[in-house]
Structure formats: C-alpha cells, structure tokens
C-alpha cells in the first residue's frame, strides 16, 4: 500500500467513510484507497480485497469470450446445406459467394482463437498472489523435505550436483560434495533438494 493525498472526492472500500480532497489515505492499484485507520495489514484481508477485484475483472474478459464464441459459432454453421456441397467446395475459378464465405470462416475462427486468449486471461486473473506466496511454498517444500532425507543421504543439489548430506538445519542443509580440487562443503537450501535417480 501506498501513501498518498487524495486528488479526487472518494470513499473508503472497506468503511465507506468518505475522502476529501487533500486528505491523507492508501491506495494500492489492485485492492482500491482506503482511509489510515482501515488499511488492510494482513494478507489475507488484502487477499480478499484483490480476489473480489480480480473476479469483476475476469467475468467481463469470460463475457467478451463467450459472446465471441457464440457469434463465430454461428458464422461457422451459416449456410449448412452449402457447406456440404463438394461441387460448389472445389469447383475451379472465382465464386464471390464462395469468397465472402472462406473470408467469413476466417475471421470467424480468429475470433474464435481471441476468444481463447480472453479465457486464458480470466483464468489467470482469477489466481491472486499477496506477499508471502511465494515463500510458504518455499517453507512446505522445505518440510516435505525434512521428512525425506536424513543425514547420510546422497542428493542431487542442482546447481552443486550430487552430494552428502551432512547435517539439516531449519532451511538449510550442509551438503558436502567431492570436486576436482577435493572434498568441500556447502549450504543449500532445503528446498532445492531432489532424490538422485
């Protein structure tokens, strides 16, 4: 969240209370301004905030696909008793109908191809990462692995290779490894740990 002064007449998104102009608030792009005393802290709560953003927005891209989709669909069902017809299909030379048609299909199914990048968008819209995200995933997949290796253990480290475990601490791991200039030691962190196959 962002400190700022307000420009424009506006009321608080989660007490309604409203803000002058010139009055201090915070605002972040995503969850909308809000006066001092209520600005969300948690991430939960900012969670929420941004999900109810994030879902008007992706229900207006699945709108625009849907009625995409119905109107290609149906500009590519036009005209069922002619579209089956090989005769008018491959006869050689110019037909404009023919023409009007094959230019018709194509921007149908364009639209039709708009249509899917627009549900992908909704779909991604819909998913809403806060501050934290990343490093609980970070955190379940260091658990998951304290539960797996055990001291004595040979690893794959990633970007040191295979090694040995020597000792596990809370986020790390000591990893001893044999190079070309000999036995040396290393911490990794515990998340990048993989079984060696």
Same mark, same amino acid.
């Given at each position: 969240?962002?400190?700022?002064?307000?420009?424009?007449?506006?009321?608080?998104? @989660?007490?309604?209370?409203?803000?002058?102009?010139? $009055?201090?608030?915070?605002?972040?792009?995503?969850?909308?301004? +809000?006066?001092?005393?209520?600005?969300?802290?948690?991430?939960?709560?900012?969670?929420?905030?941004?999900?109810? $953003?994030?879902?008007?927005?992706?229900?207006?891209?699945? !709108? *625009?696909?849907?009625?995409?989709?119905?109107?290609?669909?149906?500009?590519?069902?036009?005209?069922?008793? #002619?579209?089956?017809? *090989?005769? +008018? #299909?491959?006869?050689? /030379? %110019?037909?404009? +109908? %023919?023409?009007?048609?094959?230019?018709?299909? $194509?921007?149908? &199914?364009? $639209?039709?191809?708009?249509?899917?990048?627009?549900?992908?968008?909704?779909?991604?819209?819909?998913? #809403? %990462? &806060?501050?934290?995200?990343?490093?609980?995933? *970070?955190?379940? =997949? %260091?658990?998951?692995?304290?539960?797996?290796? @055990?001291? /004595?253990?040979? &690893?794959?480290?990633?970007?040191?290779?295979?090694?040995?475990?020597? @000792?596990?601490?809370?986020?790390?791991?000591?990893?001893?490894?044999? !190079?070309?200039?000999?036995?040396?030691?290393?911490?990794?962190? =515990?998340? +990048? =740990?993989?079984? &060696?196959?």
């Amino acid at each position: 969240m962002k400190e700022i002064r307000v420009k424009y007449t506006g009321e608080c998104r @989660k007490c309604g209370a409203i803000l002058e102009v010139g $009055s201090i608030a915070n605002y972040e792009r995503y969850t909308g301004i +809000f006066c001092l005393a209520c600005t969300p802290t948690d991430s939960e709560e900012i969670r929420t905030y941004r999900q109810e $953003s994030a879902d008007r927005k992706a229900d207006k891209y699945e !709108g *625009w696909a849907n009625k995409r989709k119905e109107r290609a669909t149906a500009k590519l069902n036009s005209y069922p008793e #002619i579209r089956h017809d *090989w005769a +008018f #299909i491959s006869q050689p /030379g %110019r037909i404009p +109908f %023919r023409d009007r048609m094959n230019q018709s299909d $194509s921007r149908a &199914v364009e $639209s039709l191809r708009i249509a899917d990048k627009m549900q992908a968008k909704a779909d991604s819209l819909r998913h #809403i %990462r &806060v501050k934290g995200d990343a490093e609980k995933r *970070w955190q379940g =997949l %260091r658990e998951l692995n304290i539960e797996r290796f @055990k001291v /004595g253990d040979i &690893v794959n480290t990633g970007l040191y290779g295979k090694g040995t475990i020597l @000792k596990i601490n809370k986020k790390t791991a000591k990893i001893g490894n044999t !190079g070309t200039s000999g036995v040396y030691t290393t911490n990794v962190d =515990l998340a +990048f =740990l993989s079984s &060696v196959k």
